[in-house]
């Protein structure tokens, strides 16, 4: 019997709302959700100027679960002083991420001395004067220094970051993109020449298709659950893909409808369960049968696309053999879904993680993509492509240059500003950093925010590479399991603001190409937080000095926003945006009309070979709950899904008869990088030959296989066994 799930959104919802509310009064939090500033949580954006709970259209109230947990978990509390005395630097790496969330905020800067068991507090400027001899040291040897940066902070604090890096002479400047979208980022800019989504928020209410492609926005992005619910009420339709029968997917109750909230809305019309990397398979198959049919519009193909008779060649030498094989999708389904997308007016096509954490993570968007161009589904009002991006700010963190490689038009205009040459070659991407880590070439690693640790694969690996690094540094709001476990030789951890704490403002960008002002406000508790921004140029002011550039400058956000108004195409309006209060879409990145910005104005199609993959043996996908935010765990159980603790893995029923195992009973997950003993086997909607357990927890069992072009690891793809205890 498999477990009950209960549909998203709702009384859950709601109870959780007051639950959290009355941990830190009802008021404070208000008025914290109701400041104006951008929504500390997923890509899909809301607040800013407009206020809190407010998203770019002026709707009021936006209600989400999510965004009051973030804002709840950092109002809560300061790590006490004497929590690093307690216990060693080990056995901190040994708690669950939950205990070190709950531990409380960072409000001190500590040091973690070479060969030291425990971190111990040290002052801020003697920090920043460790931090900038570790970099002065290998001055000589630049390639030596990293610098990575969540999606979490703000473009200001980005953008500094970033070409001082440049400025130090290294290019290995990353985001966590690499782990995420980068997949989508690849195959877009290689079709569309943009690398982001093509619809506003708008759009979605024009659609009367869209598609939910290995995403579970139910969890991870719940605003978007009130579009899909309004394009279901007006006649239209939701085709999710997802072997994993998601309930919030099913149904969701949306907490602020009333009808909604009581009865629930039907989200998905039709669910399809394809094999865990079944997707280009998939997607080359209804574009197979939509050729069959002579569903294809030409007229579109002809005139706006390159090389889509290659695509459709290639569509129709697959036999139906492979494709049902591959996809795990019989021909009848597929055959359905063919004709709906070829006779809706307007489908906007929706992907996240399902789809990029693969080693063919740009194929499977690629073939999304050669869907869309041959029904016409892009460039125009209601039609287009949708990357669903995780953090907050991960595409603004981008759009700045926080990447390895800079085009050579903003590397000109950065190296003029600076009165410095910047360095020609292409820096690393996550993985290879982590490599370069191992081999022992890494002195110095600064980190802006996230859980680098801890979202790798393999990561015991990961952990022992990252180790081997001089001196590593931590900005952080939290404690998290990567502290402990991915420290480097010296490691510091320094206290920042939180962007609803910044004495100055700050902006964000939605996945939307949005920008949002956020105003900032007061620390929500004492300490020695400082801003993301202030750091950044006080270290960049002791190892560069202030000739021939005064870093100091760039304490004054305006001063960085008017920068990247004039080096970065599409932000000018970025220059003055504190004063006009002006937020705006990035130009020539949504398209209505079907002109983009390739050499030839046209969308290049491209060929997606199948991947070829065994699928007789047991894949695991790796999965958020709806109680964490990536490493960050909030609640220990997953409300929807009915698991009841983090250490489950989810089976089909036939699975677990085929294993002869139970529902309940304890099992061992065997991956390529290693095992997980007393793991809860739960029996549940998923389907056969794919098994779901959560990040970050099963990476200690998976084996990075990244995709060549993206470089993003098969999270998504993980061969393992299960066995009795
Ligand atoms: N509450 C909350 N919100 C978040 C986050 C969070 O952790 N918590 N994280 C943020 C971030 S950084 C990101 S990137 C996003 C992540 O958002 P999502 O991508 O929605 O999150 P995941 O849980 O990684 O995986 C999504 C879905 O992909 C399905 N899936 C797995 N493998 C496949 C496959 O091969 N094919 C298909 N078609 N589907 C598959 C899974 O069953 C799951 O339902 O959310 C952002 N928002
Ligand atoms: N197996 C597996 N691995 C995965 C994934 C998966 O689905 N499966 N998902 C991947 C994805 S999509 C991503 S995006 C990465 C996650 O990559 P990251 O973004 O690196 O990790 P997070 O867990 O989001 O980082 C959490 C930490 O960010 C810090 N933080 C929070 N807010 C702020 C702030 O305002 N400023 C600063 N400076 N710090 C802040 C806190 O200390 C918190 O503990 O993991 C990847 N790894
Ligand atoms: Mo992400």
Known sequence: MARKTVPGGGYQAVAYTVKKALEVGPLKLWKRMRSKNACKTCALGMGGVKGGMVNEAGHFPEVCKKSLQAQVADMKGALPIDFYDKHTVEEYGKFSSKQLEDAGRITYPVVLEPGATHYKPIDWEVALDRMAEAMKACRSNPERAVVYASGRSSNEAGFILQSFARAYGTNHVMNCSYYCHQASGVALNMVFGSGTATVDLEDLSDADLVFVIGANPASNHPRLMTQLAALRAR?????????????????????????????????????????????????????????????????????????????????????????????????????????????????????????????????????????????????????????????????????????????????????????????????????????????????????????????????????????????????????????????????????????????????????????????????????????????????????????????LRLKSHDEVRKLIAEIIPGWSELGTINETKKEFIIPNRVFHTPEFPTESGKANAHVTPLPQYDTDSLKMITIRSEGQFNSVVYEEHDVYRGIPHRNCVLVSENDANRLSLKDGQKVKVIGEAGSLDNIELVVGGIRDGVVAMFYPESNYIIKARPDERSRTPSFKFAPVKIEAM
């Open 235 to 551: 006649g239209g339709a939701v085709v999710v893909v997802n072997p994993l029968r998601e309930s919030g997917l099913d149904t969701f109750h949306i907490p602020s409808q009333i009808k909604s909230y009581f009865f629930g809305s039907k989200i998905a019309s039709t669910y399809l369960q394809p094999h865990a990397g079944g997707d280009t398979a998939l997607f080359v198959g209804i574009l197979k049968r939509i050729e069959e049919k002579g569903l294809v519009n030409r007229d579109f193909v002809l005139k706006h696309t390159l090389d889509f008779e290659k695509v459709l060649e290639h569509a129709k030498s697959c036999s139906w053999d492979d494709i049902v094989r591959l996809s795990g999708i019989t021909k009848k389904e597929i055959d359905d879904v063919a004709e709906l997308v070829a006779r809706a007016k307007s489908t906007i096509f929706s992907w996240a993680m399902g789809i990029t954490h693969h080693a063919w993570g740009v194929d499977n968007v690629l073939a999304i993509c050669n869907l869309a161009l041959a029904t016409a589904n892009v460039g125009r009002q209601g039609a287009g492509l949708m990357p669903i991006r995780g953090h907050s700010n991960v595409q603004g963190i981008g759009s700045i240059g926080f990447s390895p490689k800079l085009k050579e038009s903003i590397t000109k205009k950065l190296e003029d500003v600076y009165k410095s040459s910047f360095p020609t070659f292409t820096g690393h991407d996550t993985l290879s950093m982590i490599e370069a880590c191992e081999r022992g070439e890494i002195d110095f690693l600064f980190c802006l925010g996230g859980n680098l640790a801890a979202s790798n694969p393999d990561l015991d690996w990961a952990s022992a590479a990252m180790k081997k690094a001089g001196m590593t540094v931590y900005l952080s709001t939290k404690l998290n399991v990567g502290h402990f476990i991915g420290h480097g030789k010296t490691t510091i951890i320094l206290p920042v603001l939180a962007r609803d704490e910044e004495p100055q403002a700050t902006t964000q960008e939605s996945m939307f190409n949005y920008v949002r002002l956020s105003e900032g406000g007061e620390p929500n508790m004492k300490g020695l937080m400082r801003a993301e921004s202030d750091i950044v140029c006080d270290l960049a002011n002791r190892v560069l000095g202030q000739e021939p550039f005064n870093w």
